[in-house]
């Protein structure tokens, strides 16, 4: 039993810590609502921020969502407090992605350690050298995947090939789409003063020669001041999968990833994530596990590690806008 409850101030503290989680172009699809009386913090997924063209199923938008819900119980342990979370726990409101209830903390929650890193994880577009990434630091992230249910597994050398050929059609495909152009660009391309989205600043250089799938968001754009630069020729790509695929299982793998991107961040390395080939269901499938039982079956999103320069954060919307707190006790 809690000797108190926790107070409206740290609740928009640690909401603010969650809202550093990566998302899909960057849209931030995630409302938060508080009740104090009852010491209860629900995670809605933001319609009005999905993606029909390219996340028709809300795939994405669940695994943003669950980035952001494991950003929320790092920075609660960090806090000294616990977080008792139910996924889905409202069969009637598929809006209703998470709720967590607030505990005092009694002992020691692993997860706490990651905290230094929630503000240090940016998703880099830029060139990584090709110093490869030593074998510990993959297999501790693939048991740091475990630890949320899901799965990574690291490409070998002629499986990178048949990955970049994939994506590469996704980006083909991509550009012949109008209608797919036109949702990304309402991403894409903002300038400053705006709090959502992925700024042209972040869009990288034009990719000169190499073989890293880093999506290239500039397509049908004109910028004469855009940089180009070789990329790695041997890039580390890893793929996080889970066993099965519904949307309990995207909010798990949603965590998972965000596990694996802080601690990769705090064994030094840079990330990048692509979900290209992801978002067409016929692609998607040649990214599969080799064994396709595995606890990696369906696979979630592309990760691309390794070393790179340090890049800015992307925006972030102020959590005023993202979390409501409600005096009243309704569900």
């Known amino acids: 039993m809690p000797t108190h409850r926790a107070d409206v101030a740290s609740v928009t503290a640690w909401v603010d810590d969650a809202t550093t989680a990566p998302s899909m172009h960057n849209a ?57 979370v139910r996924l889905l726990p409202d069969p009637d409101d598929p809006t209703l992605l998470a709720t967590a209830v607030f505990a005092e903390r009694v002992g020691y929650d692993s997860v706490s350690d990651l905290y230094p890193a929630i ?54 495909d991509e550009t012949l789409s109008p209608a797919v152009r036109e949702e990304i660009t309402r991403w894409t391309g903002s300038g400053t003063g705006v709090s959502d989205g992925i700024p042209a600043y972040a869009f990288g250089p034009r990719d000169h020669g190499g073989r890293a799938p880093v999506r290239d968001f500039a397509v049908g754009r004109t910028d004469p001041d855009r940089r180009s630069a070789d990329f790695e020729q041997t890039p580390c790509l890893a793929v996080l999968g889970t066993p099965e695929d519904r949307p309990r299982d995207w909010l798990l793998a949603g965590q998972a990833l965000e596990r694996v991107l802080l601690q990769s961040t705090l064994d030094g390395l840079s990330t990048s994530l692509n979900s290209q080939a992801l978002e ?28 790179g320069p340090a890049v800015p954060p992307t925006p972030r919307r102020a959590v005023s806008d993202v979390l409501d707190v409600d005096r009243g006790t309704s569900p």
């Open 119 to 172: 503000r240090r994880r940016h998703s880099s577009r830029e060139p990584f050298t090709d110093e490869p990434v030593p074998e510990t630091l993959l297999d501790g992230l693939q048991g740091t995947a475990r630890a949320e249910g899901a799965a990574m597994y690291v490409l070998g050398d002629w499986q990178v090939d048949a990955v970049v050929d994939v994506v590469r059609e996704a980006e083909q």
């Open 280 to 307: 067409r269901p016929d692609l998607r499938w040649l990214l599969r596990a080799p064994h396709s039982r595995s606890a990696s079956a369906y696979p979630q999103m592309l990760l691309r590690l390794g070393y």
């Open 28 to 84: 931030q699809p995630w409302k938060f609502r508080y009740v104090p009386a009852l010491d209860v913090l629900h995670l809605h997924m933001d319609t009005a921020r999905s993606m029909p063209r390219t996340d028709p199923a809300r795939r994405g938008m669940h695994i943003s969502c669950g980035a952001a819900l494991f950003n929320l119980r790092v920075a609660v342990a960090h806090a000294g407090w616990s977080a008792e």
